[in-house]
């Protein structure tokens, strides 16, 4: 295994010697994303005389904050965090600087499915950082008092036998995030997949009013009759008391290290894991290109992400989920990197806010039954075909 083919450059091509950096800022994701950066930092300021500064944001703040910077000649951000999804509108706006440019390679221990939306056109503008894919977090103490084993489970009838088994015993049984247009979309978008569905085609027209579509969002709603909606707080501590029993859930979330709780992969034949990786990389505006590299090629290093494990890293490298001692202390690493390793990413496309919102709201008035599944979905299919025309 060839580890971490990474070079820097101390000047930017075309522009002359570049002057160091006394202080780089990053501009990232707030929660366990932030953390385990902010960790990594002492050893870079101390290796390389260089302050760091990290400004945390929810994920929406992030988004306006990126963009409105990138307008300034001169950036306030030297290195930013971003979510996948955003990748179209990033190079639209010319946000990315190519990493090519600064020597920077993506190495083969990297998972080579979470670098697919990094590269565009031959050129690496972003490095797959954290890597939050969808796993099912459910409760393993219940699963054990009810006799089932959700390691051999081989379908979704299995999962729908699980949590209907759990409710009827007074367990509960499935929850999901109901709270926004976006959160609908995603979590549903697991079970999608395990139906041989998916919201787009491969020329980004919607597919959402078609057989798949529908028989996914039926069952769906099969599994909500034992559990329901919950907050992501409320979900993940309802999981770990036994008041619900399964759930989808990201492992930016939460890491189970109870006796409780654990994570599973969705069960079926077709790839059902939906990547919601966190990237990082340098702004076209930064003004310490060759500094923020000598960072960027600092936090990618297999030894610093293998260090971020015990605090709730998710690298997406071979070399850290499959070590032998990180894999005995955190045996969750095995679900994760499988899921890594198969997963899809959500569509790649500046209109995604628009297409997640109209399709989240029908979603909800089917869900709460203020539409039928097919008047639902029609709609939807119309508004969505107007939207991506």
Not at 133 to 144: D, I, P, S
Request: charged content about 20%; proline content about 5%; aromatic content about 10%.
């Amino acid at each position: 295994m060839i580890i971490c083919v990474l070079l820097v450059i101390l000047a930017v091509p075309g522009c002359g010697k570049e002057e160091k950096a006394d202080k780089l800022v990053l501009a990232v994701r707030s929660g366990t994303y932030a953390e385990v950066i902010k960790m990594c930092l002492p050893g870079f300021e101390e290796e390389y005389g260089i302050a760091c500064e990290v400004v945390e944001l929810s994920e929406d703040d992030l988004h306006s904050e990126i963009l409105h910077d990138s307008l300034n000649s001169k950036g306030k951000y030297d290195i930013i965090m971003a979510d996948s999804s955003w990748m179209a509108e990033l190079l639209a706006e010319g946000v990315l600087t190519d990493l090519g440019s600064l020597g920077y390679e993506l190495d083969d221990d990297i998972i080579p499915a979470t670098t697919t939306i990094c590269v565009q056109n031959g050129k690496t503008y972003l490095v797959p950082y954290y890597g939050n894919v969808t796993v099912m977090l459910y409760n393993r103490t219940v699963a054990e008092n009810l006799g089932f084993n959700v390691e051999e489970f081989e379908d979704s009838d299995d999962i729908a036998e699980f949590v209907r088994a759990s409710a009827m015993a007074g367990y509960g049984g499935f929850v999901t995030r109901g709270d926004t247009s976006n959160n609908v979309v995603v979590d549903f978008l697991p079970v999608l997949r395990a139906f041989g569905g998916w919201v787009v085609d491969s020329d980004n027209k919607p597919t959402v009013n078609t057989p798949e579509f529908k028989e996914a969002l039926e069952y769906y709603m099969e599994l909500l009759k034992t559990g329901g909606f919950r907050s992501k707080d409320d979900l993940i501590s309802s999981i770990e008391n036994g008041t619900q029993t399964l759930a989808v859930g990201w492992p930016g979330w939460y890491a189970p290290d109870s006796v409780n709780s654990d994570y599973c992969a969705f069960p079926g034949d077709h790839n059902s894991n939906i990547y919601g990786i966190w990237t990082l990389g340098i702004p076209s505006n930064c003004r310490y290109k060759s500094s923020a590299a000598q960072l960027l090629t600092y936090l990618m290093d297999p030894d610093v992400q293998k260090s971020t494990i015990p605090s709730g890293g998710v690298p997406c490298r071979y070399s850290c989920l499959t070590d032998p001692e990180m894999a005995a202390a955190n045996p969750h690493l095995e679900v994760i990197c499988s899921a890594l390793e198969n997963g899809i990413y959500r569509p790649s496309s500046r209109k995604w806010p628009e297409f997640y919102a109209i399709l989240g709201s029908r979603m909800s008035e089917i869900m709460y039954g203020k539409l039928s599944v097919d008047d639902g979905l029609t709609l939807a299919q119309e508004e969505l075909e107007a939207l991506m025309k």
